[in-house]
T-cell receptor, first 113, second 108 residues
């Protein structure tokens, strides 16, 4: 297993466009998390899945954001009608149930111009 | 409101100069206190979990300790490769919440 994989690593998009990121977790991990991180700040929780069920969404996750985890494997995070304030590093992590030792991917850096 | 505060925000040390990073918390029903290391352009890397006051964990030049109000990450005789941002986090419900981190720079 090569750990948590995120694609793309970088994405530059024009304001108003839609973008989609992909996360492939460690195969045996039940839980998958999405975080967002801006410069000089710690990662902020967005949402998490247990298998294919999305169990919690932060109030930071506006209606323009949607996440899926079909079949409990990889996950996608889509941002519709991007805004400049969406520019950030989007981090994915996975863990075994009840285990807080998250394994993070290297993130997708989004720049909205 | 539950929160953790990390200090200092940034720290520059000479190679071999030991020091400590602080994470003070006011969290009701703490379900674990965590330390992560983050290198520029990468995701955080898990270091330690502490669950109860008095607990200590060690890994190479790092030692994490926990009291009822704060946690310390002690760095002994650091090397330039220890330069990174160190994040403190706490468990709430089924997720962890991160502090803003301490940027550590070790000068050769």
């Amino acid at each position: 297993d090569t750990g948590v994989s995120q694609n793309p690593r970088h994405k530059i998009t024009k304001r108003g466009q839609n973008v989609t990121f992909r996360c492939d977790p460690i195969s045996e991990h039940n839980r998958l998390y999405w975080y967002r991180q801006t410069l000089g700040q710690g990662p902020e929780f967005l949402t998490y899945f247990q298998n294919e069920a999305q169990l919690e969404k932060s109030r930071l996750l506006s209606d323009r954001f949607s996440a899926e985890r079909p079949k409990g494997s990889f996950s996608t995070l889509e941002i519709q009608r991007t805004e400049q304030g969406d520019s950030a590093m989007y981090l994915c992590a996975s863990s075994l149930l009840q285990n807080y030792g998250y394994t993070f991917g290297s993130g997708t850096r989004l720049t909205v111009v | 409101e539950d929160q953790v505060t990390q200090s200092p925000e940034a720290l520059r040390l000479q190679e071999g100069e030991s020091s400590s990073l602080n994470c003070s918390y006011t969290v009701s029903g703490l379900r674990g206190l965590f330390w992560y290391r983050q290198d520029p352009g990468k995701g955080p890397e898990f270091l330690f979990t502490l669950y109860s006051a008095g607990e200590e964990k060690e890994k190479e030049r790092l030692k994490a300790t926990l009291t009822k109000k704060e946690s310390f990450l002690h760095i002994t005789a650091p090397k330039p490769e220890d330069s990174a941002t160190y994040l403190c986090a706490w468990g709430r419900d089924d997720k962890i919440i991160f502090g803003k981190g301490t940027r550590l720079h070790i000068l050769p």
